[in-house]
């Protein structure tokens, strides 16, 4: 302001003293305004840089425009053959027509990277254990396990069997990579994906090894092992008590492949050694993180003979962590040659679960034991080499460098074995110095998934099914298939070690070679079927087949609910249409509580019970049918009795002092019902005998405690009030970016499957007639920007049961268009 | 008159520039067009701040009722700042103090280099 005046005055003189002002006055305001200008343009502490983000031009606020307003009629992407079609209905979901496989791929890797990029960005960050590097030492421990597992180790084997064995499929991966990082040089400043803008960091080139690297993280998500856990129980428990506690074939299994199978092959002979010495440590020791309860699927496919138009229909909907976004991403990709339409993983080629004109296939989890731990025994300190048998052998360094935001890179030795990496040593997990344990893992080995998914999404029949699924090792997946021709099957597929009886299920002693693996068994000897007796075939993440399967199968987190409602309504259901099978995926049949509920009401005894909220609760659950529909009060009061009754029972092994698993609901069940007064229900630790009885009351009182708790601080305890069902962010510290309390039924253990956090990720119904007739619905929605119309426009239509019309489109119909895009060189 | 058109060439030039470039090349040239305009340095801070400011402000309100997205309300969530709407507000407050300085400091220069003819025809 007094710059101005000294100007004015100019009449005067100037003196030296004005014209210093007047430097002064200059460099002063530029001062300033160059501060304000750094300090809106760095991360002051956890607030992101302000004015990028806030900038309406380039910051969030364009990420409010949903994809439609910027719709291009042309976009150039380079290294194409021939024009590319890009057909978006009106969800956002994209049908892509290309001349030929490398063009298709590469415009699936543009456009997926379109609306998906952070995701595919973060996701592959996260399985290379390189999550500090945007969000500081929080997150070291999660990157330094991930590094451990070997995950990055695998992918490399991956990529590396690519280059050696099948140039034809790395071109095609690489052309997908080609597409992605075409699309992110494209990319203007306004329309980064608001996750970046708000983190401060940019979009990395995608290429084949993150494609590889995606799948790898998917077996990470799916298979768990409780190898530690099953040690410790040997040891505190005797084997007796734990084959007694923990059955491998409990009465009334109901495997994925129908009872009475005949196995007409020859088996491979498997050696059990003839002494067998466990290690004897005590395992205190950090176990892994597993994979989240409820992570499970359905998949069934119903022939012909049983459905009204004579057509098989075939089901898939994989359970999953609920996400935003969305784990899928829905396409239709075509060909001259084929047209697939179905649920893509971002990151990864063609679709996973779908259809094409032909055929239709859908996974589900095949949990088997597919992680073995073994002791490894170093000659020194050095760790340099380790026993086996008896001689020495030499060992591997990896060393992993682990970028930190803000602080220095942390390096990480991993030593690596024949086995394969030394997940727990002295620097990680275990509190003894001397305790060393490798892990051996099948996705540690170069295989080619990628391929099975190319080739199934233009298999004809089931011999193409069979030989897609040839190249598939890991995780582990129930495939079902069901064609246009009538055929319809279930194949088993992963590459499954041969194991004697027992091995894998606790720690092994890595210097005797009688413990190694002796061999794999042949893809044509994984348990499948074809046309069975009874109509259908299913899978529910149960044990795969009954106890006459020739090899050794194991593990500990089979199914026995879902499974045993899934094939009773399918054996006798007959005239089944498509909405039955809608019908069935959203099923909210409670079967656990059909067969814990009477029991728990039998030992409460009623006349007991005089507290008039407790009378209340007890004459709401026995009105009640059974079904976990979102509006019922009933399981909710259920659910809690059940799990503090369960909790009792096992309580005392929480002072065992080391990891362990308890036995599950089933079994639980099963001992409430043969032995409510067995030693087993008592506690050592009091001086009274207690019984099953003492244990269910007990727990129903918790339950009205908790009860009257909920009543007062939220009032309504219905089912879906109770459960909140929430689709989170995959920062979940975003949380006005996830969907809470989404009004839907259901729950672990039930068909439609969606609890708190898990649930049906991907729900698909395919009819195989002339005409392919498919719906299909995921909670979320085609695009992965949170301030889109199509962010999470699925959800409401999911949590109600309903689909989407999922039928394959030609590139010239005409109804249902949003926009249409050609992409050319 | 020199005011107004200073807001207005301001507005102009944040709509037509600010998408292709980022804010603080708006800054330097918000700050080229106070120097060349010549209004003194409070005139140039307010007229400078209400032309990045106001256009900053319309085009958040703009973008937020013509797409009616959730997302401005998201971010205010996400970033404690409450509603959408207080974040257009506080985007026009950084808007204004952003293009406000600038334009200061770019009369101040033109002061600077103005200082001898001021000195020859005016003394």
Redesign the interface.
């Known amino acids: 302001m007094s710059v101005g005046r000294i100007r004015d005055s100019g009449k005067f003189a100037p003196s030296l003293y004005f014209q210093q002002m007047k430097y002064f006055s200059f460099f002063f305001v530029l001062a300033i305004t160059i501060a304000l200008a750094v300090a809106v343009s760095i991360p002051l502490g956890s607030i992101p840089p302000l004015a990028p983000l806030l900038d309406p031009n380039r910051g969030f606020w364009q990420n409010s425009i949903s994809e439609d307003a910027l719709a291009e009629d042309e976009l150039v992407l380079d290294n194409l053959s021939a024009p590319v079609s890009v057909v978006y209905d009106q969800n956002l979901i994209p049908h892509i027509f290309a001349e030929n496989d490398a063009d298709l791929y590469r415009a699936q890797g543009y456009v997926t990277a379109q609306h998906r990029l952070w995701q595919m960005d973060f996701q592959t960050l996260a399985a290379a254990g390189r999550i500090s590097e945007i969000v500081g030492p929080v997150a070291l421990d999660l990157d330094r396990i991930t590094r451990r597992k070997g995950l990055a180790f695998g992918a490399e084997l991956g990529l590396k069997y690519l280059q050696e064995n099948d140039p034809e499929t790395l071109v095609l991966v690489e052309a997908y990579a080609d597409g992605v990082n075409q699309y992110i040089n494209q990319m203007d400043a306004a329309s980064m994906p608001v996750e970046y803008k708000i983190l401060n960091y940019k979009p990395e080139a995608w290429s084949a090894y993150k494609s590889l690297l995606l799948l790898k993280y998917m077996s990470d998500m799916l298979v768990g092992d409780r190898d530690l856990e099953y040690s410790n129980l040997r040891k505190i428990l005797g084997q007796e008590m734990l084959d007694k506690l923990f059955p491998e074939f409990p009465t009334k299994v109901d495997p994925v492949i129908e009872v009475g199978k005949v196995w007409d092959f020859q088996p491979l002979p498997v050696v059990k050694p003839d002494s067998v010495n466990y290690p004897t440590d005590e395992l205190v020791i950090d176990p892994l993180p597993q994979p989240a309860e409820g992570a499970g699927s359905n998949n069934w496919a119903v022939s012909g003979s049983k459905t009204k138009n004579g057509n098989p229909i075939l089901a898939n909907d994989p359970h999953l962590g609920l996400n935003l976004p969305s784990l899928w991403y829905s396409m239709q990709l075509t060909t001259p040659e084929h047209s697939a339409k179905g649920a893509t993983l971002p990151g990864a080629l063609g679709i996973i679960s779908g259809f094409n004109q032909n055929i239709a296939w859908g996974v589900t989890n095949a949990t088997k034991d597919a992680r073995d731990w073994y002791k490894i025994t170093f000659q020194d300190d050095s760790r340099k080499a380790y026993k086996y048998g008896n001689e020495w052998k030499t060992s591997t360094f990896r060393i992993e460098e682990i970028k930190v935001k803000g602080e220095d890179t942390y390096l990480d030795t991993v030593v690596y074995t024949h086995y394969g990496p030394v997940v727990y040593d002295r620097t990680f997990g275990a509190n003894r110095q001397d305790v060393n344990f490798a892990l051996r893992w099948t996705v540690h080995m170069g295989s080619n998934e990628q391929k099975t998914f190319m080739q199934l999404n233009k298999a004809k029949n089931h011999a193409d099914y069979n030989e897609a699924l040839n190249y598939y090792v890991a995780p582990a997946q129930n495939f079902v298939f069901a064609s246009k021709s009538g055929d319809v099957a279930m194949r088993i597929q992963g590459k499954f070690p041969l194991k004697w009886k027992g091995q894998g299920k606790y720690f092994m002693d890595g210097s005797d070679p009688r413990m190694e693996w002796q061999g794999f068994i042949p893809n044509e000897q994984n348990a499948s079927t074809l046309n069975p007796q009874r109509g259908f075939v299913s899978s529910a993440n149960q044990h795969p087949t009954d106890s006459t399967y020739p090899y050794y199968v194991f593990d500990n987190s089979y199914e026995h609910y879902r499974n045993r409602r899934l094939n009773g309504k399918l054996t006798e259901m007959t005239g089944i249409t498509v909405e039955d099978m809608k019908d069935l995926q959203f099923d909210d049949y409670y079967t656990l509580a059909t067969e814990a509920l009477p029991i728990l009401m039998k030992l409460v005894g009623d006349s007991t019970v005089t507290d008039p909220k407790a009378k209340q609760y007890l004459e709401e659950l026995k009105s009640w049918d059974f079904y976990a529909d979102p509006n019922q009060k009933a399981p909710t009061l259920f659910f809690i009795w059940w799990n503090e009754t369960h909790q009792n029972i096992w309580k005392s092994w929480k002072d065992f002092g080391a990891p362990v698993v308890t036995p599950n609901n089933y079994r639980t069940i099963e001992l409430l019902l043969s032995e409510p007064d067995g030693a087993i229900f008592d506690l050592k630790s009091t001086a009274s005998i207690e019984t099953a009885r003492d244990h269910v009351k007990s727990g129903f009182n918790q339950m009205v405690e908790k009860m009257k708790i909920w009543e007062d601080s939220e009032g309504d305890y219905s089912w879906a009030n109770y459960k909140k069902t929430t689709i989170q962010h995959l920062v979940p510290q975003f949380s006005s970016f996830s969907v809470k309390n989404v009004y839907t039924g259901g729950g672990s253990g039930i068909l439609n499957a969606t609890s708190g956090r898990n649930g049906a990720s991907w729900r698909m119904v395919v009819e195989l007639g002339n005409e392919m007739t498919a719906f299909g619905i995921y909670p979320g929605g085609q695009s992965g920007n949170p301030g889109s119309k199509f962010y999470d426009n699925f959800i409401p239509i999911w949590a109600n049961g309903d689909y989407l019309n999922f039928n394959l489109r030609t590139p010239d119909q005409e109804e249902g268009v949003l926009f249409k895009t050609t992409l050319k060189d | 008159m020199r005011f107004i058109f200073l807001v207005i060439m301001t507005v102009i030039l944040?709509v037509f520039l600010?998408?292709v470039l980022?804010?603080?090349v708006i800054?330097i040239l918000i700050?080229a067009l106070a120097g060349l305009i010549g209004l003194?340095?409070?005139e140039s801070f307010l007229a400078g701040g209400l032309g990045m400011g106001l256009a900053?402000l319309g085009?958040?309100l703009y973008?937020?009722v013509s797409?009616?997205?959730?997302?401005?309300?998201?971010?205010g969530?996400?970033?404690g700042l409450g509603s959408g709407m207080t974040?257009a507000g506080?985007?026009a407050v950084?808007g204004f103090?952003?293009g406000g300085?600038?334009a200061?400091?770019g009369s101040?220069?033109r002061?600077?280099l103005m200082?001898k003819p001021?000195?020859l025809y005016?003394?």
């Open positions: 944040v600010n998408p980022p804010f603080w800054m700050g003194k340095g409070a900053w085009q958040s973008i937020s797409t009616g997205s959730p997302l401005p309300n998201r971010m969530e996400l970033m974040l506080i985007t950084l103090l952003l300085f600038s200061m400091t101040l220069l002061n600077l200082r001021d000195n005016r003394g």
